[in-house]
């Protein structure tokens, strides 16, 4: 794996600690299929919304000694699949930092439910990368670090920044030009998030494994990704004129469109249960009674509501009572990604 260029001097090369927090995002124009896998570069550019109401806190040191890194999250050893997956990518910044083979301790937390379907991963190589290159004593630019965590998880790249972000296909082979930039701040549009949580298992197909199904075997995948610069540039012109129901539609039909695109795979990829379609109905209905709400749904059976301040509370109470919603969460505009100051000793 080549190595971002992260674009510092690497500094002292005693153990150091950084502690970083960032907000996990919902994409609002879908990110799904990749046009490279090892770089992991996206086959689509996206657009999204930071969740201020929920934050992943994360610790990293390096230390003098070699050996596997301790990842510890949310109190528990990573399982083998997540702990390899995090050594990969704090590989990228032992190369860039010359601390080859440095054994790293990792310590990562997120105070919203795992079960709640919010797209952790965007938030978790946010922090591990701004938290890692603080550690490591480089000191990379917002860019750079957008780059690094995409090498984590495409929708971490956006999660770099706060606010309304967009995320840009680029179309270099290196995927220096593959990187999230923001579209607007939170204080341009206060909007609000609200999250009927459906049902708390795992999900069955995680992201990466349900978006290459789909690109290998969906007919509809073509049209998936030539139809997505249409929604970008909507979704892009909604957020600058601060235009809720454009963003909303929008948002419901490229949702929409990928579901149907995951679903045309072989095999079909169903994410949802009975509570996320009776969900998306209610919205409906909310909307057709007035209420300037729109739904979105990603790799999972939550669905996730965009709506303004004045309608939470109504959308609340109705989603409450849907058999098949368990929990209801609300978020508001999130920030950038950003490290604590001091860390934490240990
Ligand atoms: C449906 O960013 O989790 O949430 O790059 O393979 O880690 P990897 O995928 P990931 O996919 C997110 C998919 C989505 C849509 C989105 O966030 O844009």
């Known amino acids: 794996m080549s190595a971002p260029d992260l674009g510092a001097d690497p500094g002292p090369s005693e153990a150091r600690i950084g502690e970083a927090v960032a907000h ?28 201020g109401a929920f934050t ?22 990573a399982d083998g699949g997540t702990a390899t997956r995090i050594n990969d990518f704090l590989d990228l910044v032992r190369t860039e930092a010359g601390l080859d083979g440095k054994r790293a ?18 938030s978790a190589f946010a922090a591990l990368g701004l938290a890692a290159c603080e550690a490591a004593g480089l000191n990379p630019t917002t860019s750079e670090l957008s780059l690094l965590s ?40 206060d909007l609000r998030i609200v999250i009927a949580v459906t049902d708390p298992r795992p999900k069955r197909v995680g992201s990466t ?29 909604a957020v600058k004129n601060r235009d809720l129901s454009a963003l909303g539609e929008v948002a419901e039909h490229s949702a929409l469109k990928m579901h149907a695109c995951a679903l045309a795979s072989q095999p079909g990829l169903l994410y949802w249960r009975g509570g996320t379609v009776e969900a998306m109905h209610a919205v409906r209905e909310m909307r057709s009674a007035g209420h300037a709400a729109w739904f979105t749904v990603d790799a999972g059976p939550h669905v996730k509501v965009l709506c303004g301040p004045d309608d939470v509370e109504a959308l609340e109470g109705r989603l409450r009572c849907i058999p098949g919603v368990s929990d209801v ?18």
Do not use: C
Not at 216 to 229: D, H, I
Not at 329 to 346: F, N
């Open 150 to 189: 995409r090498r984590g998880s495409g929708s971490a790249a956006r999660s770099i920044f706060g606010g309304y972000v967009e995320m840009r296909l680029g179309n270099r082979s290196d995927g220096q030009d593959a990187v999230a930039a923001p579209l607007a701040p939170s204080e341009h549009w």
């Open 329 to 346: 969460l609300v978020s508001d505009v999130g920030a950038a990604a950003r490290l604590i100051d001091p860390p934490s000793e240990a």
């Open 56 to 77: 992943t806190r994360t610790w990293v040191k390096f230390g003098d000694e070699r050996g596997r890194d301790e990842v510890i999250v949310n109190g528990e050893a």
């Open 24 to 51: 996990p995002n919902l994409a609002l124009v879908k990110y799904w299929g990749k046009r490279d896998r090892s770089l992991n570069l996206p086959a689509t550019g996206s657009i999204s919304i930071s969740m």
């Open 209 to 237: 494994e349900g978006m290459e199904l789909t690109r290998k075997t969906s007919p509809y995948y073509p049209a998936w990704v030539e139809t997505s610069s249409d929604d970008l540039r909507r979704a892009r012109d």
């Open 105 to 122: 301790l990792v310590r990562s937390d997120n105070d919203f439910p795992t079960a709640a379907g919010l797209a952790s991963s965007s």
